[in-house]
């Protein structure tokens, strides 16, 4: 440790992207000595999601501050916590998700909803860090320091690896499905069986919903049964897409790329709901044909509060859900982004932290 520009800091090595075209590469930076309310916890794992090659490449409108260390899928262990951390002791497995701050006095907060703060939660990396007055940086990193109302607890019964990627993918899919209430009787649709599809399956499946997967990948068919759908569409046969016209009660659409909307809405019924949590970067045009006949609603998802990431990271030790990773050493992070792109991975990266 020294004594930085804010006090004592704790040096860290991480990986970052310098520059939107730029590989990312082995980055050295501090982190804040723990506050009394905060934890700092070593990290062991990290999933590799899609937005952090969004971000780390500028792809949503020139918003990225460089350098820029993603990672928000975090799962670690507590090595020190601040004299008032008083929900965590050394020791202690821990998560941390997409956020780490947010005011905790608005309307949005009082809800349990950080993630609509109204005054700007603070994202876990690639927003502005309050304590230092710089950047904060992600989880592609050795450790990491955080107030303890933002970490989360984790079950031992649950493989640590496998549950990195809930804290992201999970919650995601995990809220949406619960806010419009997804469960037995009702026929369901996910959207692209990336990180988010695969999870969309394991939970709708867990909530007693008729699960049907579309893909533009055929190749993905059996594991998207293995993964908990009833049936699978080939989105690409106009044919297979046809006979589903009017037949969903609620569709979670994960696809990461442009594509048509429209053609998902027409496989609703009355009063059916189209949620994205896909965030193409470029906008998408909807017919007012398509939403108003039969009275569908087309909506939209941001990850979930810090309540309900507890209660999603519950219910699944409760339930043995994990995520389905494929591990990785942290050098071949800029492989594991061009695999991503090309939907090369089953069904998510993980970094394996000891590697760095
Ligand atoms: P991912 O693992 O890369 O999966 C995306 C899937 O989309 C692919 O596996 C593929 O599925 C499908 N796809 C890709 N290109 C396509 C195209 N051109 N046309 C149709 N389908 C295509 O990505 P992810 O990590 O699951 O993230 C998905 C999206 O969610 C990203 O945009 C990410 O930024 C966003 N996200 C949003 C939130 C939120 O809070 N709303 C949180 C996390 C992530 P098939 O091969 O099955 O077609």
Same mark, same amino acid.
């Given at each position: 440790m020294w004594v930085g520009r804010k006090g004592i800091m704790i040096p860290t090595k991480g990986y970052a992207a310098h520059a939107a075209q730029e590989p990312l590469k082995p980055f050295s930076f501090e982190r804040r000595d723990p506050t009394p309310n905060d934890v700092q916890i070593e990290i062991l794992f990290c999933g590799v999601y899609h937005s952090d090659i969004h971000i780390a490449r500028n792809e949503w409108g020139g918003s990225t501050l460089y350098p820029c260390v993603p990672g928000h899928e975090i799962v670690g262990r507590v090595v020190k916590v601040g004299r008032d951390a008083k929900k965590f002791k050394e020791g202690d497995l821990v998560a941390v998700g997409c956020m780490v701050d947010s005011c905790g006095r608005c309307a949005s907060c009082k809800a349990d909803l950080e993630q609509f703060c109204e005054k700007g939660a603070v994202f876990t990396y690639n927003s502005k860090d309050e304590h230092?007055?710089?950047?904060?940086?992600?989880?592609?990193?050795?450790?990491?320091?955080?107030?303890?109302?933002?970490? +989360?607890?984790?079950?031992?019964?649950?493989?640590?690896?496998?549950?990195?990627?809930?804290?992201?993918?999970?919650?995601?899919?995990?809220?949406p499905l619960r806010l419009w209430k997804v469960g037995k009787g009702q026929k369901v649709g996910v959207v692209g069986l990336g990180g988010l599809g695969h999870m969309a399956l394991k939970f709708a499946n867990a909530f007693g919903a008729e699960v049907t997967l579309f893909t533009t990948s055929p190749g993905k068919t059996e594991d998207a049964k293995r993964l908990g759908a009833h049936d699978v569409v080939i989105s690409k046969n106009e044919d297979e897409m046809d006979k589903q016209a009017n037949k969903f009660d609620f569709i979670i659409d994960t696809v990461s790329a442009k594509h048509d909307l429209n053609a998902y809405l027409e496989l609703l019924k009355r009063d059916g709901v189209l949620t994205l949590?896909?965030?193409?970067?470029?906008?998408?045009?909807?017919?007012?044909?398509? +939403?108003?006949?039969?009275?569908?609603? +087309?909506?939209?998802? +941001?990850?979930?509060?810090?309540?309900?990431?507890?209660?999603?990271?519950d219910y699944c030790a409760d339930k043995g859900i994990t995520c389905d990773v494929e591990m990785i050493p942290i050098s071949k992070i800029n492989e594991a982004y061009e695999r991503m792109l090309k939907s090369d991975v089953k069904y998510r990266f993980v970094i394996d932290m000891a590697t760095i």
């Open positions: 230092t007055g710089g950047t904060t940086y992600g989880g592609y990193s050795k450790s990491i320091v955080v107030d303890q109302d933002f970490v +989360l607890r984790i079950s031992n019964k649950l493989d640590l690896a496998a549950s990195a990627p809930l804290l992201c993918a999970g919650i995601t899919t995990y809220s949590v896909g965030a193409p970067p470029e906008p998408a045009p909807v017919s007012a044909f398509s +939403l108003i006949i039969p009275r569908r609603q +087309l909506t939209g998802s +941001l990850i979930g509060g810090i309540a309900e990431t507890q209660e999603m990271l």
